[in-house]
């Protein structure tokens, strides 16, 4: 089985895991604030994936070398940017445009390669990023057809998640997997529990961290959506590119409004359907080799030359 096609179902899982916690952040942070929030999970993904390094390879850090801890610092204040206008919009828009918004990653990241990266695509990431691009439209304006205060902070989160992206890209194949994850999410934490005394620690309580909806939130999150997500990113993406990656995390907005539908009964019409549909063409075209045509029409011309 060729490296490539796993990753991309190991990083198409995390996708998975992503938009199906858009409904739980969503509810979480009705009762915590969103630094707050963000700052314990990742704390909490810091302390798991610390604890699994030093049971594995506790030599790991010493590989990763000054350049490594700048990269995933880098990496990490992408990801804290992401998740902080994500959080945030989260509390102004519904769970299911968020994800559509959030998706729009994927036309970003090819633009990103250009320009930072010097990497163009080829012909199927185009065709892919054009029919996810349709999609997510689809998909976004059946919600309203305008971006508000919340779908602005959103979309600047898409920003930061596409250079998130990129730049993993870069760096993913220089350095060890696990350490250089665990900066990027111990990066992340620090920020946030930074902006949390500035911004949330007077109205934090106690009692809302014991609430149902909240510490369940925090689990899910800070073990699946990060601690292990972010480790199976860093793996994975090196053995593919940055926009085959932004087109699989396209699929996020439509695990989010199948999840938004299922658990908060938000309307999927034949528009939304739509939508969800051509973001999967666009996946499967972008897994075609770039010589198909040529290949097929080589084969028959082999085949009428035999016959």
């Known amino acids: 089985m060729k490296k490539g096609f796993v990753a991309d179902s190991v990083l198409l899982l995390v996708t998975l895991i992503w938009g199906t916690t858009f409904v739980i952040v969503q509810n979480a942070i009705a009762i915590l604030p969103p630094y707050t929030f963000n700052g314990i999970r990742f704390s909490l993904a810091a302390i798991v994936l610390l604890v699994y390094i030093l049971i594995k390879d506790r030599n790991s850090f010493l590989h990763l070398g000054k350049k490594g801890f700048i990269s995933g610092i880098l990496l990490g204040v992408f990801l804290f940017g992401g998740y902080a206008f994500q959080t945030a919009g989260l509390a102004y828009t519904t769970a299911s445009k968020a994800g559509f918004i959030t998706g729009l990653s994927v036309v970003l990241v090819p633009i990103f390669s250009i320009f930072l990266l010097k990497i163009f695509p080829k012909w199927p990431t185009i065709v892919g990023v054009l029919l996810a691009t349709v999609g997510m439209y689809l998909m976004t304006m059946i919600e309203g057809g305008h971006f508000d205060w919340g779908d602005l902070l959103v979309f600047l989160c898409a920003i930061f998640f596409a250079l998130h992206i990129v730049f993993m890209g870069k760096f993913a194949p220089q350095y060890k997997t696990l350490p250089l994850a665990w900066v990027q999410i111990m990066t992340v934490a620090l920020l946030n529990l930074f902006m949390m005394f500035f911004y949330d620690y007077p109205s934090v309580r106690i009692d809302d961290l014991l609430q149902k909806d909240v510490w369940i939130a925090l689990l899910i999150t800070s073990v699946f959506a990060t601690a292990f997500a972010y480790v199976a990113q860093t793996t994975f993406q090196s053995y593919t590119t940055p926009t085959r990656v932004a087109i699989i995390f396209a699929m996020e907005p439509v695990f989010s409004a199948m999840t938004s539908y ?44 035999a016959s």
């Open 262 to 305: 299922l658990i908060q009964d938000e309307v999927m019409n034949n528009w939304t359907i739509m939508g969800g549909l051509l973001i999967f063409l666009g996946m499967i075209i972008v897994e075609l080799p770039p010589d198909l045509f040529q290949s097929l029409f080589q084969w028959k011309n082999q085949k009428r030359r």
